[in-house]
């Protein structure tokens, strides 16, 4: 089945400097993949998610690339702020498959 | 997208009781996911519950131990049954994204079950 490695564990960045976490799978059939933030206490939120017929995806200050070659795909969050702290998740899915998570990475951005 | 509601969101449980999760969604959707997230730890899904059949269950994951109802397209139950402390954990369920299929999950607020 898919295996999902994320990587950092944990990051810490200062506010207003760039976080980048890193995500590979291993199944070239996923051809979905969400980024979920998950704040204390409460479930998973889906951010940002990209295709795989697309190479980027952006939002505001976050941002997704995908390199289906290599397989791995990253997410970007620009000029950080204190409520950008959180517990980040990516996943890969295929069309009509179960989602594979990452097993996460904890964001702490220091005033 | 999907609102969910998720109930209780924390409880304190006897070993060898059971504790029934209940989640609603605020529209029809056809399949809900019921996840486990051990403290510090990733998603691990325990099941998928679809209405008018039994659910599907994840290896590592029975139905004596975790049987899900899934009476409408709605609402759906798990309960953790003859729970231990290695039952202490989060769980959440989840229903696909917005109204079409769209491949996100929206996720409920959790459960956060401890057992002693």
């Known amino acids: 089945g898919e295996n999902v490695e994320q990587h950092p564990s944990t990051l810490s960045v200062q506010e207003g400097d760039s976080a980048v976490i890193k995500c590979t799978y291993s199944?070239?059939?996923?051809?979905?993949f969400p980024w979920y933030k998950q704040e204390l206490g409460k479930g998973p939120q889906l951010i940002i998610d990209i295709r795989s017929n697309v190479g980027e995806k952006k939002d505001q200050r976050i941002a997704v690339t995908l390199n289906k070659t290599a397989k791995h795909f990253s997410l970007h969050i620009t000029e950080t702020q204190p409520e950008d702290s959180a517990v980040y998740f990516c996943?890969?899915?295929?069309?009509?498959?179960?989602?594979?998570f990452g097993d996460g990475t904890t964001l702490t951005v220091k005033p | 997208s999907a609102v969910i509601s998720q109930k209780p969101s924390r409880d304190i449980c006897q070993r060898g009781t059971s504790l029934t999760i209940q989640c609603q969604v605020d529209s029809q959707v056809t399949m809900m996911f019921w996840y486990r997230q051990q403290p510090g730890q990733s998603l691990t899904l325990i099941a998928t519950?679809?209405?008018?059949?039994?659910?599907?269950?994840e290896s590592g994951f029975v139905i004596d131990k975790f049987p899900i109802s899934r009476p409408n397209l709605t609402f759906s139950t798990l309960t953790v049954s003859n729970m231990s402390p290695e039952d202490s954990s989060i769980y959440l369920c989840s229903v696909e994204a917005g109204q079409y299929v769209r491949y996100g999950y929206t996720f409920g607020s959790g459960t956060r079950l401890t057992v002693v």
């Open positions: 996943a890969a899915r295929k069309a009509a498959g179960k989602s594979t």
């Open positions: 519950a679809n209405q008018g059949s039994e659910a599907t269950y």
């Open positions: 199944d070239s059939a996923s051809n979905y």
